[in-house]
């Protein structure tokens, strides 16, 4: 069996979890604010992060998307950063982000859900 080659990062498994959750937090809120935009929902929906929504009417959803792969990068970089002193604070960063975000996606599918005509 070939030995699998270092990358690095302390926490592959963690970090792949986080960055999916991420990536699906991105699909669902374009999902979102497109649906809404067409009129495809009973009520109109917005950004709930003020400060993602300010990037939003500020620079599209090209800025929306990334600022929120941006958001994804730093937290994975602190987690990193800390997790080199201490691995367990690192990993449970990186376990709550993945719990946060992967209830937000929850909460959008779910209000997506309710709310398609």
Do not use: C
Request: charged share 15%.
């Amino acid at each position: 069996m070939p030995k699998r080659q270092k990358t690095g990062l302390q926490f592959e498994t963690e970090l792949s979890w986080f960055i999916l959750v991420g990536a699906l937090d991105v699909f669902m809120t374009y999902l979102i604010l497109r649906y809404s935009a067409e009129q495809r929902t009973h009520n109109v929906m917005i950004e709930g992060n003020p400060i993602a929504r300010w990037v939003l009417h500020r620079w599209g959803m090209q800025g929306m998307v990334i600022f929120k792969f941006l958001m994804i990068a730093v937290v994975a970089t602190i987690a990193e950063v800390v997790g080199k002193v201490r691995p367990s604070v690192g990993r449970g960063l990186l376990v709550l982000g993945t719990l946060v975000v992967g209830g937000v996606v929850v909460y959008s599918f779910l209000l997506l859900q309710r709310n398609l005509l």
